[in-house]
């Protein structure tokens, strides 16, 4: 069977531009969720959110007549093309898997504003060409020269996982020796109003797995990863970051927004990627939970976590806890953070646990990062709907 490795790793996360950026971030713990300042949040329950800096957007050097979420994903797919060092051959043959749900909805929100308030026509209708998903895999193929299979996954907040696991499935069927996959959603109002509606964003940073959790924040970013085949890999002498060992993907066909009560969806999806590794599960050692911090979620995570694993055998924990749910990005930037706790041997923490949910029987690496010799580690993402996907990454 044909082996997959990571060669290039690209961010824009709300600790700003750069993968070394996110991890300094990650490593020390640091809160990313503050004040919105892109939209109104005037009445809500909730008024923060993981935003992406302005200075970090404006630095990116890419023309602010392109939509956010495109802006953001072009310079997180430039930076692992780059560390990949493909060539312009090369990326000729390079499929493109991008897991997006918002697509350019802020610019769109902009112009309905501009319309409804000033009562004339917006001069910002030319939005309107970028906002629907399907835009981001357009924008970056004909930006990047990438002239392989293009796909776009919707798959609610595990989109990003999705992306990666599609990809690898277009190399392993000789589709494409190589992929760049990823997941990008900016913020937008109807993403933060709705979650506000529905009384699930906490009005304070999240807590994953806390007792007292009250919901979860929402985020925004752009992760992509350069997968290939190892031995064309090793071949051209190219870097490596960790090897894909095994990925699943399941449906629980059980409610519109609720997982299963007993996690039957996130279990099958766990332990199908653990035999497409051809791991057992006493050989991971971190688990990347989805860990939004709703009270729901978080639970039944848990629960089937001790139905794959045992209670307590496993260390889990949170990135949303420091910068959020950024929706479709959600499962390739935490794909991004397991490689990067694999190769620096560091779980990163999740931040605002003080009193641990009696229901949760981990380590959930409270507010401090730990050191932590890791050969294997599996990534969740567990989107609306029951749509699941497990990652398993080898250092």
Same mark, same amino acid.
């Given at each position: 069977?044909?082996?997959?490795?990571?060669?290039?790793?690209?961010?824009?996360?709300?600790?700003?531009?750069?993968?070394?950026?996110?991890?300094?971030?990650?490593?020390?713990?640091?809160?990313?969720?503050?004040?919105?300042?892109?939209?109104?949040?005037?009445?809500?329950?909730?008024?923060?959110?993981?935003?992406?800096?302005?200075?970090?957007?404006?630095?990116?050097?890419?023309?602010?007549?392109?939509?956010?979420?495109?802006?953001?994903?072009?310079?997180?797919?430039?930076?692992?093309?780059?560390?990949?060092?493909?060539?312009?051959?090369?990326?000729?043959?390079?499929?493109?898997?991008?897991?997006?749900?918002?697509?350019?909805?802020?610019?769109?929100?902009?112009?309905?504003?501009?319309?409804?308030?000033?009562?004339?026509?917006?001069?910002?209708?030319?939005?309107?060409?970028?906002?629907?998903?399907?835009?981001?895999?357009?924008?970056?193929?004909?930006?990047?020269?990438?002239?392989?299979?293009?796909?776009?996954?919707?798959?609610?907040?595990?989109?990003?996982?999705?992306?990666?696991?599609?990809?690898?499935?277009?190399?392993?069927?000789?589709?494409?020796?190589?992929?760049?996959?990823?997941?990008?959603?900016?913020?937008?109002?109807?993403?933060?109003?709705?979650?506000?509606? =529905?009384? %699930?964003? +906490?009005? !304070?940073? $999240? *807590?994953?797995?806390?007792?007292?959790?009250? /919901?979860?924040?929402? @985020?925004? &970013?752009?992760?992509? =990863?350069? %997968?290939? +085949?190892? !031995?064309? $890999? *090793?071949?051209?002498?190219?870097?490596?970051? /960790?090897?894909?060992? @095994?990925? &699943?993907?399941?449906?629980?066909?059980?409610?519109?927004?609720?997982?299963?009560?007993?996690?039957?969806?996130?279990?099958?999806?766990?332990?199908?990627?653990? &035999?497409?590794?051809?791991?057992?599960?006493?050989?991971?050692?971190?688990?990347?939970?989805?860990?939004?911090?709703?009270?729901?979620?978080?639970?039944?995570? &848990?629960?089937?976590?001790?139905?794959?694993?045992?209670?307590?055998?496993?260390?889990?924990?949170?990135?949303?806890?420091?910068?959020?749910?950024?929706?479709?990005?959600?499962?390739?930037?935490?794909?991004?953070?397991?490689?990067?706790?694999?190769?620096?041997?560091?779980?990163?923490?999740?931040?605002?646990?003080?009193?641990?949910?009696?229901?949760?029987?981990?380590?959930?690496?409270?507010?401090?990062?730990?050191?932590?010799?890791?050969?294997?580690?599996?990534?969740?993402?567990?989107?609306?709907?029951?749509?699941?996907?497990?990652?398993?990454?080898?250092?």
């Amino acid at each position: 069977m044909t082996r997959i490795v990571v060669s290039g790793l690209g961010v824009v996360s709300p600790y700003g531009a750069g993968v070394k950026t996110f991890w300094a971030g990650l490593a020390a713990g640091t809160c990313a969720i503050r004040p919105i300042t892109l939209i109104e949040t005037e009445g809500f329950r909730s008024r923060i959110a993981a935003e992406i800096p302005a200075d970090a957007v404006a630095g990116l050097g890419l023309s602010a007549r392109r939509a956010r979420a495109d802006r953001l994903a072009l310079a997180a797919a430039r930076e692992a093309l780059a560390e990949a060092d493909l060539t312009a051959r090369a990326r000729a043959e390079t499929a493109l898997v991008v897991g997006a749900v918002g697509g350019g909805m802020f610019e769109g929100e902009e112009w309905y504003w501009e319309e409804t308030r000033s009562g004339r026509p917006s001069s910002r209708i030319k939005a309107l060409r970028s906002i629907l998903p399907s835009t981001h895999a357009e924008t970056l193929g004909f930006r990047l020269g990438l002239a392989g299979p293009k796909e776009t996954v919707v798959m609610a907040c595990a989109s990003g996982a999705a992306a990666i696991a599609l990809g690898a499935d277009l190399i392993r069927l000789g589709a494409a020796p190589c992929a760049l996959v990823g997941g990008v959603d900016a913020l937008t109002r109807i993403c933060f109003m709705g979650f506000n509606a =529905l009384r %699930l964003l +906490d009005p !304070e940073p $999240c *807590r994953p797995f806390d007792r007292d959790r009250k /919901g979860m924040s929402i @985020g925004e &970013a752009a992760a992509f =990863l350069v %997968l290939e +085949d190892a !031995e064309r $890999c *090793r071949a051209r002498g190219a870097r490596v970051h /960790g090897e894909l060992l @095994g990925a &699943a993907l399941t449906t629980d066909a059980h409610h519109v927004t609720s997982p299963h009560p007993q996690g039957e969806g996130m279990v099958r999806a766990m332990r199908l990627a653990l &035999a497409a590794a051809g791991v057992g599960p006493d050989e991971i050692g971190y688990v990347n939970a989805h860990g939004t911090g709703t009270l729901q979620n978080d639970r039944t995570e &848990a629960l089937a976590l001790a139905r794959v694993f045992g209670a307590g055998r496993v260390l889990v924990s949170s990135n949303k806890s420091l910068v959020g749910h950024t929706m479709a990005a959600a499962g390739s930037l935490e794909a991004v953070a397991t490689l990067l706790a694999l190769q620096h041997g560091l779980v990163p923490p999740t931040a605002h646990l003080e009193h641990v949910d009696p229901e949760i029987l981990f380590d959930c690496v409270p507010g401090v990062a730990r050191e932590a010799p890791l050969e294997r580690a599996l990534s969740n993402s567990f989107g609306f709907g029951g749509q699941n996907v497990s990652l398993i990454f080898g250092r």
